[in-house]
């Protein structure tokens, strides 16, 4: 069985994926990794796969680098002849789907989220949401990770009723990786953190202003933030808020960083405008820390109200400024609790190895062959 896998970026494989890439070596597959050129080539090739490094851009608009990246899927397809066709990310799912339906080979989408394709009636963003129509009418199989984008994309006819669906945890969560870390003995000092890119639909206006007023009127609170800018009007704020002693700021890490520095802290929040399923919030959650976290598909999955987590209303700086101090105010016995369930509900819930198994009994199917 031979599967070639097309991404536009190297975090989505090394940070998600590398559990589910050892699953397809277990069971015998040879694995074609078309990705840009990254960091971390020998820890994913590890996994048992090839890589071929392609070009993509992420986020351009520019009707020639698509047209190029489309030549790329059609060439790589012809150089490796799969039997299946994986494409993750808006580009990947339109071009390689489109690549997969010419030379006729079976294709499996995946979408783990919507991104701002809907939060917008611009020309462009109607045009995105044309080609994925067009992208996804013959797929064998698209996954989702939350039923709101499903229902969002079939609503607008992008997805058809009789497409095959299978809706998963998100990404899951490697609970290896992600250990249980007992809550830090109580020194009276909360301290939350935000793991995420550094842009605005993530809630860090949100998050800035909440935490500085939370500061103000509990000074014996920390906020950690962890992220690499994609948009770099933030960095003067961020540099301001530092030298004010409002938020300690850690910079781009690699998952075992990240996951030491949550283990340190109390809390983890992302008040985030839209998501698949927030992989930092199942992460945290695994490591035996509290949420506070955006209601809203994607997130609100992650968390049981008042059992594991907060919720706020997305895009406001109160409500989340309400959550934090809810938090602050909730017992050190009650944050341990509430981390230890929440450990519970990733295990019970959210198991990488679950979504794993998904892919691997779509691909078996597809290929008319029972499952090992």
Not at 280 to 305: H, K, M, N, Y
Request: hydrophobic fraction near 35%.
């Amino acid at each position: 069985m031979k599967l070639l896998l097309i991404v536009n970026d190297e975090t989505t494989i090394y940070n998600f994926r590398r559990e589910i890439l050892r699953a397809f070596h277990a069971n015998g597959y040879d694995v074609t990794l078309c990705i840009p050129e990254g960091s971390h080539t020998k820890e994913i090739e590890a996994c048992g796969c090839n890589i071929v490094n392609i070009k993509v851009q992420r986020h351009g608009t520019n009707p020639i680098q698509d047209l190029k990246f489309l030549k790329t899927c059609l060439k790589q397809i012809n150089a490796n002849q799969p039997d299946i066709v994986l494409t993750y990310t808006v580009k990947p799912n339109i071009y390689g789907s489109i690549a997969a339906q010419i030379k006729r080979v079976p294709y499996i989408n995946n979408i783990t989220g919507l991104g701002t394709v809907l939060q917008s009636d611009s020309a462009l963003a109607r045009l995105m949401l044309s080609l994925q129509k067009f992208a996804y009418k013959r797929s064998s199989c698209v996954f989702f990770q939350n039923e709101s984008n499903y229902k969002a994309l079939l609503d607008k006819g992008v997805v058809r009723k009789e497409t095959p669906v299978e809706i998963l945890p998100g990404s899951g969560v490697n609970l290896e990786l992600h250990f249980f870390v007992p809550m830090m003995p109580d020194d009276g000092v909360v301290k939350f953190v935000i793991v995420s890119r550094i842009r605005k639909d993530k809630g860090y206006n949100e998050f800035f202003d909440a935490a500085r007023a939370v500061k103000e009127k509990y000074p014996n609170t920390e906020f950690h933030v962890i992220g690499w800018y994609e948009e770099e009007f933030y960095k003067k704020r961020i540099d301001d808020l530092v030298n004010e002693g409002v938020i300690v700021y850690h910079g781009k890490k690699v998952q075992e960083e990240v996951h030491n520095i949550v283990a340190s802290c109390d809390c983890s929040v992302l008040p985030s405008y839209h998501e698949g399923m927030a992989n930092v919030l199942l992460e945290a959650a695994a490591t035996g820390r509290p949420v506070i976290a955006s209601r809203i598909p994607g997130c609100q999955e992650t968390f049981d109200e008042g059992i594991t987590g907060y919720g706020c209303d997305v895009k406001s700086a109160e409500s989340l400024r309400v959550a934090m101090e809810k938090m602050v105010l909730t017992p050190y016995e009650k944050r341990v609790e509430m981390g230890r369930l929440g450990r519970k509900k990733m295990e019970k819930e959210f198991d990488r190895s679950f979504v794993a198994d998904k892919y691997i009994k779509y691909i078996e199917r597809i290929a008319g062959r029972k499952e090992k």
